[in-house]
């Protein structure tokens, strides 16, 4: 797929710490209760830490006790592009940046008690954090 930014790795991995290009890139997974924004509780917005694509708002994070921030919506439905991952025996939905094509984590329909009933469950790595001011 052709996004409005397109690096390769080499670019990718001057910009990003090996952590984060294992996320982003290669669709690595951080340690469950490990990102530093999953107990971030102030308003303003999430974005891609790859390009600043806007992701999120912090009105549509909640806590799903996952281990992972989660949100029950994108800041507009073409902020995100979802596919099909087959990967480790099962069928999920990747959620990735539709600026870039970096890997943000996964969305599942089990958002109980929100306004969607989904869950993005989103990496740490993946996401700048842009508090109010």
Do not use: I
């Amino acid at each position: 797929m052709n996004y409005d930014v397109n690096k390769s790795d080499d670019e990718w991995r001057s910009e990003l710490s090996p952590e984060e290009f294992a996320v982003l890139r290669n669709a690595a997974t951080e340690r469950a209760w490990s990102g530093e924004l999953l107990d971030e509780k102030r308003d303003g917005l999430y974005r891609c830490k790859a390009c600043k694509n806007e992701l999120f708002t912090a009105g549509t994070k909640f806590d799903s006790g996952c281990g992972w921030p989660s949100f029950y919506e994108s800041v507009q439905p073409d902020a995100v592009e979802l596919r099909e991952d087959n990967t480790l025996g099962m069928v999920r939905t990747e959620v990735l940046c539709a600026k870039c094509g970096s890997h943000l984590g996964h969305v599942f329909p089990d958002g109980f008690g929100t306004p969607t009933g989904d869950r993005y469950c989103m990496n740490s790595l993946a996401l700048d954090f842009e508090a109010d001011s």
